[in-house]
């Protein structure tokens, strides 16, 4: 493997690899840039295949993390940790024990947090190890399901875009199309149910897209259609990669914005977006209310806070849109500009 080549590649940075042989532990620590301040991103616990695509993936993930910390205006850089699974029998809360233990030893230069893989269950042994650890039960100090957060800030994007693009001040009546009601996407029709919105939705569950009907009077639309739902926004809040050569040009809306990680099949994508007047709100800058919310628990947890702070995505989202029609520049690359005015402002 082409080490550093690696570290190169996504522009590092520090890495940390930790093995014990007792516990089966055998763990990587991305730390991508500290910049704003000490590393915060979730600990995954998958197996992998070899111990070079553990790496890329927490390389990939840390540096998505620095994107989204210094967009949402958070003091923490980007970090993200990779638990190989051991493939034989192994002691779940001895190896977690072992992973706190290694995490504690970098001095809160990295900060965990759940992501797949890993729950709450997991950070509350780590805790036992560390105080670098976020996403803790509630009863002590943690911040409890982020999807709520995630969806406001949701709801916040739409409404700046919805602003810029439609020149309207509020959702009444405008038609937003959900895909995937799961966590985020049910608290986001919940938001713009409340805020007079016409919701459609689809879900590969249909007790999912059913409860969106019955609880927010949603239109069910069959999973291949929702893309072509003539609406004025859509919102993709299931897997990655929704925007893609197949979906874009089948797009009736005229914004995309919704919660779901890496909407963009490739970067190229993003200039598609733009050339055909869709406004798309970045996802790292618009799915960042849950991040926000977890990093309260560094200080001490504070839902108002988070909440005051989440509201804030409209702001970013606005700056975004109007940068972007400004510029003629896709929403994605001003993005990323604007994270690296923040990162070098911060170096200076
Ligand atoms: P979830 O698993 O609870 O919900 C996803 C939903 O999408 C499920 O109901 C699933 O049935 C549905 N789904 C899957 N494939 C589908 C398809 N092809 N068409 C329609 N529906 C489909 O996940 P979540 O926590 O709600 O997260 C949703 C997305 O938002 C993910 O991409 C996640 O990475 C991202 N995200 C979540 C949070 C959070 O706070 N949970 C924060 C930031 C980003």
């Not at 713009?192 to 009077?217: N, T, W």
Request: net charge neutral.
């Amino acid at each position: 493997m082409d080490l550093f080549g690696h570290l190169k590649t996504y522009d590092y940075g520090e890495v940390h690899f930790g093995l014990d042989k007792a516990t089966g532990l055998k763990a990587i620590v991305a730390i991508h840039d500290s910049r704003l301040g000490p590393s915060l991103g979730g600990c995954r616990f998958l197996p992998y295949d070899t111990d070079e695509a553990a790496l890329i993936d927490a390389l990939r993930l840390a540096r998505g993390m620095t994107y989204k910390a210094a967009l949402a205006g958070l003091k923490h850089g980007g970090g993200k940790s990779v638990l190989i699974r051991p493939r034989q029998h192994f002691d779940r809360v001895a190896l977690f024990r072992a992973f706190g233990k290694f995490i504690d030893g970098l001095g809160g230069h990295y900060i965990t947090a759940e992501d797949s893989g890993t729950g709450l269950e997991d950070m509350e042994v780590i805790r036992t190890a560390t105080k670098h650890v976020t996403g803790v039960d509630v009863k002590n100090g943690g911040s409890g399901d982020p999807s709520p957060f995630t969806a406001l800030g949701v709801r916040r994007g739409i409404e700046a875009c919805v602003k810029h693009k439609l020149g309207k001040t509020t959702l009444e009546g405008v038609h937003v199309a959900v895909q995937g009601v799961g966590h985020v996407g049910y608290h986001l029709c919940k938001e713009l149910f409340e805020a007079g919105a016409k919701i459609s939705v689809a879900d590969v569950d249909p007790l999912k897209a059913e409860r969106a009907h019955r609880e927010f009077k949603a239109t069910v639309v069959p999973l291949d259609q929702i893309f072509e739902v003539a609406c004025d926004v859509i919102a993709p809040c299931a897997l990655g990669s929704a925007l893609n050569d197949q979906t874009i040009p089948r797009l009736k809306a005229k914004i995309v914005a919704g919660a779901a990680n890496n909407q963009l099949a490739e970067p190229r994508n993003g200039d598609d977006l733009h050339q055909r007047g869709i406004l798309y709100a970045p996802d790292y800058a618009i799915n960042a209310g849950g991040l926000v919310n977890v990093a309260q628990e560094v200080t001490g947890y504070d839902a108002t806070v988070s909440r005051e702070r989440t509201l804030k995505i409209y702001d970013t989202i606005l700056e975004i849109a109007e940068r972007s029609t400004k510029l003629r520049s896709p929403t994605y690359r001003i993005a990323d500009i604007l994270v690296e005015e923040k990162l070098a402002a911060a170096a200076r």
